[in-house]
């Protein structure tokens, strides 16, 4: 498999057909058609399906255009890391959610860019099923994910902390002056849900095995929560991580929940058939003793 076949059908793709990426490329349609033929025969799966002068690609080129792209971008990595003698080079793409890119991951990426300057990082924020598919698709090197653990076929996943969940109201709310609050005491109150999946689905499990009503607002942004929070719309449940400033301040309180055993875990993963890079393992080693820092209550 040659890496001029490969670019080849990225640009076809790109372009939106075969002669197209002829004058892009400066090839003849006679030597774009003999590369995408080689390339299929290679992998025996037709890459595209021809309708006229368009080309769409098949179930079987959807998944070569990502394997092409990884192997083209390590390619290139690869020449680079070469030219610079004891430097770490080349690109680390990196997924996180919201928590964790604002309180965990500020001071590992100064270290980092510290020691190794020549690296660049790209961050993409995302929710946990955003961040799975993106690794699995080859659109991310590494991701953090702050969810529930789960076994996954595809993709190496390293426990870094369980991160303790609060329930959370204004100072002054009614539910602060009791001793517990269970799922029945939230009849009537109006929750600010983060989006669907995650420790979201531990609260909801509560409301419907209780049978208890509640009006319910779901939001993309968790300061956006606080914020509601702390004017006294609703009640949230949230990271301990995620508030820690707040409390601290006395802008929120924590209730008395009855289920304190839940929590979900700060996470670091990659896909099984990712090849890491220098750089990559550098990145991973210094997530690695952060968070032999962390503790529950940071």
Known sequence: MEFRHLKTFIVVVEKGGFTRAGEHLGYTQGTITNHIQTLEEEIGNPLFDRLGKKVILTEAGKQMLSYANEILRLSKEAVESSRISGQLTGTIR?????????????????????????????????????????????????????????????????????????????????????????????????????????????????????????????FQNIEAIKQCVMCGLGIAYLSRISVNEELERGKLVCLPWVHTEQSITTQLAYHKNKWLTPAMKRFMELVESHAEKWDMSS
Request: include cysteine; charge should be negative.
């Open 94 to 218: 990196l997924g996180a959610n919201e928590s964790t890119m604002v309180h965990r991951l500020p001071s590992i990426l100064k270290e980092f860019k510290n020691t190794y300057p020549q690296v660049t990082i790209e961050l993409y924020p995302g929710d946990n099923k955003e961040l799975r598919h993106k690794l699995k698709a080859g659109e991310l090197d590494l991701s953090f994910l702050f969810d529930i653990e789960k076994e996954d076929n595809d993709l190496h996943i390293y426990k870094l902390i369980r991160e303790r969940l609060v329930m959370l109201a204004a100072p002054g709310h009614p539910l602060t002056k009791k001793t517990e609050v269970g799922p029945a005491d939230l009849q009537e109150e109006t929750l600010l849900l983060t989006e669907p999946g995650s420790y979201r689905d531990f609260i909801e499990y509560w409301i419907k095995k209780g049978g208890v009503e509640c009006s319910q607002i779901n």
